[in-house]
């Protein structure tokens, strides 16, 4: 899917292809990280008007849930998560009538949690099962997929609802998001063209995991064994994640829940030595903002530029549900002129920093930014700087080159950051222990995700 070589997708690809399936090749997520990506998914509504990532902790209580609308339509709701940044210490779980998050804050948490949303049994499968489903015996809670678990619970709570009831659940599956671990059946998927062992990949993306930032800070310098490993246990990853998607759909489309509408998308991408960068910390790049979004049961003829708020407002409107305050465009009956996506976190040229680092990274910011894209040119405002990009190069500044386009675009977005763009007043601070706040930090967040005095 989207050009790429390997055949990572293909229960995706399939979905996509279906007579009611539908790709969109030009996605652009509101942020460039799961808290704020997936607060305005829940929302939708943009970064600095429900203010995580900008100050807030969690989301305000004047702004009303895409749950909660459809909660007044009689809709039966539920969440699961294996993420804690999409759980209710953000209140992402306000509007839904069941909540899980997997996620434990520690291993001596992990039977309590699994008990508590999926019983005995499921819990004895998941042990049972944890050569099949994660990276075997090991204590460290980064290295299990909770993708089993997730599909025990999702499975469980749709079998409770009656025939043909409507319902809105949405899953977080955090199983591709770095270190790449992928279970251990699935290591050596796509190893066939390197000399290296399934264990020395894995232990290689892993330590790079743990080396990520001082990597970036001397260049992304790594060889080619390296990049070979990093790739492949990232594709595994997908590629497990994809056979349970494909088995999961076949589940809903086979069950008595009548005609049933399914997203699928990411809340941003990854770096892959992009302008020397890893991961997803640092700059509003297309790399992380164009995720792959494929719709099944959604009847929409829209072309070009599309957000996650557009699809929130969409399928709302087709549930008869209250559309006021959601910031996105209904898809079946207007298009989008342009997507725009927002920064606040200014941090990351510290930490670069603090590692002595010699390397320029280009576009790597203090202040805070916002991007406009209308599918052809992209627009940076940078504090008081603007740089424009012909797509799909953003690299080079066209502005004197594309005047026009220049002033078109740092129009629309002076107006938009002065309606649009304003926040909802009211601030809220999230709910993160101790533990919560180590675990995250085990999996590459915090540095850049929460305020000073919430970073482990």
């Known amino acids: 899917m989207g050009g790429y070589e390997r055949d990572t997708t293909p229960a995706l690809q399939r979905l996509a292809a279906d007579e009611q399936g539908r790709y969109f090749d030009q996605c652009l997520s509101h942020g460039r990280y799961t808290r704020v990506s997936s607060s305005s998914m829940l929302t939708g509504t943009y970064p600095s008007r429900h203010q995580i990532g900008y100050g807030n902790q969690a989301i305000p209580s004047s702004i009303t849930t895409v749950a909660e609308r459809f909660q007044d339509q009689s809709y039966r709701t539920g969440l699961i998560s294996d993420n804690l940044f999409v759980s209710g210490a953000l209140g992402l779980d306000r509007g839904f009538d069941k909540s899980a998050c997997l996620m434990p804050s520690s291993l001596s948490d992990l039977p309590g949690t699994v008990l508590q949303h999926v019983g005995v049994k499921s819990l004895i499968e998941y042990l049972v099962g944890l050569r099949k489903h ?5 204590t460290d809670l980064t290295k299990h997929s909770r993708t089993h678990l997730i599909d025990s619970v999702a499975t469980e709570w749709l079998s409770s609802f009656e025939s043909e009831e409507p319902f809105f659940l949405y899953i977080h599956n955090d199983q591709t998001h770095r270190p790449y671990t992928p279970p251990l059946p699935y290591r050596d998927e796509f190893l066939d063209n390197t000399d290296l062992s399934a264990e020395d990949a894995s232990e290689t993306a892993f330590r790079i995991h743990d080396e990520l930032v001082d990597i970036v800070a001397n260049g ?3 060889t080619e064994d390296e990049w070979d490993a990093l790739y492949a ?3 595994a990853t997908l590629r497990y994640v994809d056979e349970w998607l ?9 069950g008595p829940f009548g005609e049933t509408i399914v997203v699928v998308t990411s809340d941003h991408g990854e770096f892959f030595g992009e302008h020397g960068l890893l991961a997803h910390k640092w700059i ?6 164009n995720v792959p979004l494929v719709t099944h049961g959604l009847d929409v003829e829209t072309e070009g530029v599309v957000q996650h708020s557009d699809i929130m407002a969409t ?4 549930a008869g549900a209250d559309t006021d305050g959601i910031q996105g465009v209904d898809l079946r009956h207007e298009n989008r002129e342009y997507a725009i996506a927002q920064d606040h976190q200014t941090n990351a040229p510290e930490t670069l920093v603090s590692y002595d680092a010699d390397v320029s990274i280009p576009r790597l910011s203090t202040t805070e930014r916002s991007v406009i894209h209308d599918g052809e040119y992209k627009l940076r405002l940078d504090g008081n700087s603007q740089e424009l990009y012909r797509l799909p190069d953003e690299t080079t500044d066209v502005s004197a080159e594309y005047p026009e386009a220049h002033e078109r675009l740092a129009d629309e977005l002076t107006e938009w950051l002065e309606s649009e763009g304003q926040s909802i007043d009211g601030t809220a601070r999230g709910e993160f222990s101790d533990d919560m706040r180590s675990h995250l930090a085990d999996l590459g967040y915090m540095e850049n995700e929460l305020p000073e005095d919430e970073r482990a």
């Open 134 to 138: 994660s990276a075997g015996f090991t």
């Open 220 to 222: 992304c310098d790594l």
């Open 233 to 235: 246990m990232y594709d």
């Open 246 to 254: 494909g088995e999961f759909v076949e589940y809903i489309q086979n």
């Open 284 to 289: 509003l790049d297309d790399v992380l903002l």
């Open 315 to 318: 399928l709302l409107g087709v």
